[in-house]
């Protein structure tokens, strides 16, 4: 029986898919696997590159087209889609970024999608999560994958809203919401080292040299993403060459391990009928260039998950949730464009 305590209305599965950022492009191995094995999705909760993939998905891309546009990132087609701003409310300037965006997608609204989709993110000013679900898709996009500090926040109505993992790292609350009985969380945030470490203060002496850069431009970011990139093994013994975390890395684990302690919370506390977590640990935030890896990281652990289910999930033959607006949102704030 359906959660409406209806017996007469399919069951409703719905997709949340959370933040990760590179590592969120294990989404489409996810997809993949689910596609492969038939298992019908009747809607989408996506936060931050959650919310991309899920409105790519949602508007009719299909998945080889997904994992071809992947798999093209490279340092530098990404570098130069990101331009240094003021830094007064972010480091770089998302206009290209969003310009990229707007082109991948076949549709421009909600109402447009071929699947119900919720898209979260967060006010800044407020701390309040917020789900978008009809209207402009490119705002509610910009919005949830607004990183903070290092893309502006984005003038939603009379609202500055960042990054929706803030709030909810896996929507998987926002699925269940839209009517969903089955929920499919997936998650791309690698758990963190919580054990406290001690440790001590070197000689000034000891400190490397440090260069401090005296301000953005493009061939600086280039040049950062170019590093990140390349440099896949560290050398902990010596101590002394090593460089501290560049600024990018700084803001992506900053966050990465703020929404990990979240996520761990909201995980225990909301619902989810299917976990998928794939093993993601080797790729960091900002190496989109590992898409094929990420991918097959979704793809594998997906299959390993539906292998081992101890529920029924439906095969797919049509969406069978009710629209969303029969199920009003009611525990976070919705907004339009």
Same mark, same amino acid.
């Given at each position: 029986?359906?959660? #409406? ?52 998905? &949602? #508007? ?11 798999? =093209?990132? =490279?340092?530098?087609?990404? &570098? ?13 300037? #998302?206009?290209?970024?969003?310009? !990229? ?19 979260? &993110? ?11 679900? =009809? ?15 290092? !893309?502006?926040?984005?003038? !939603? ?93 700084? !803001? ?28 993601? =640990? ?21 299959? *390993? ?21 029969? *199920? ?10």
């Amino acid at each position: 029986m359906s959660r #409406s305590g209806d017996p007469a209305r399919e069951t409703c599965t719905g997709l949340a898919l959370g933040s990760g950022a590179a590592r969120g492009l294990c989404y489409i191995g996810v997809l993949d696997a689910l596609v492969r094995r038939q298992i019908r999705i009747d809607c989408i909760a996506g936060t931050s590159v959650g919310a991309l993939i899920g409105a790519l998905y &949602a #508007s009719g891309i299909p998945v080889s087209q997904l994992q071809r546009i992947a798999q =093209n990132l =490279n340092w530098r087609k990404l &570098a130069r889609l990101i331009g240094p701003t003021l830094p007064t409310t972010g480091l770089l300037d #998302s206009r290209k970024v969003s310009r !990229f965006i707007d082109d991948l997608l076949p549709v421009k609204t909600f109402e447009a999608l071929k699947l119900p989709l919720a898209i979260t &993110a967060t006010d800044i000013e407020s701390g309040t999560p917020i789900v978008i679900r =009809n209207g402009r898709l490119l705002p509610a996009i910009q919005a949830s994958i607004a990183f903070p500090g290092l !893309f502006q926040p984005v003038l !939603f109505g009379d609202r500055f809203l960042v990054d929706g993992g803030l709030c909810a790292p896996i929507p998987t609350d926002v699925a269940r919401q839209m009517g969903a009985d089955r929920v499919i969380g997936v998650c791309a945030i690698p758990p963190v080292e919580k054990r406290y470490q001690e440790t001590s203060v070197p000689n000034d002496s000891d400190q490397p040299e440090r260069n401090p850069v005296s301000r953005l431009t493009v061939s600086w970011i280039e040049q950062r993403f170019r590093e990140i990139w390349q440099s896949t093994v560290e050398h902990p013994s010596n101590e002394v060459s090593r460089r501290p975390p560049g600024i990018f890395r700084i !803001f992506a684990q900053s966050v990465a391990i703020l929404e990990n302690q979240i996520n761990t919370m909201r995980l225990e506390r909301d619902a989810v009928d299917v976990l998928i977590r794939p093993e993601l =640990n080797g790729i960091t935030l900002l190496e989109f260039h590992r898409a094929a890896e990420a991918i097959d990281a979704g793809r594998r652990a997906t299959f *390993h998950t539906l292998d081992n289910l101890s529920i029924q999930l439906p095969i797919a033959e049509t969406a069978r949730c009710d629209t969303m607006q029969e *199920h009003g949102m009611t525990r976070k704030k919705e907004v339009k464009p």
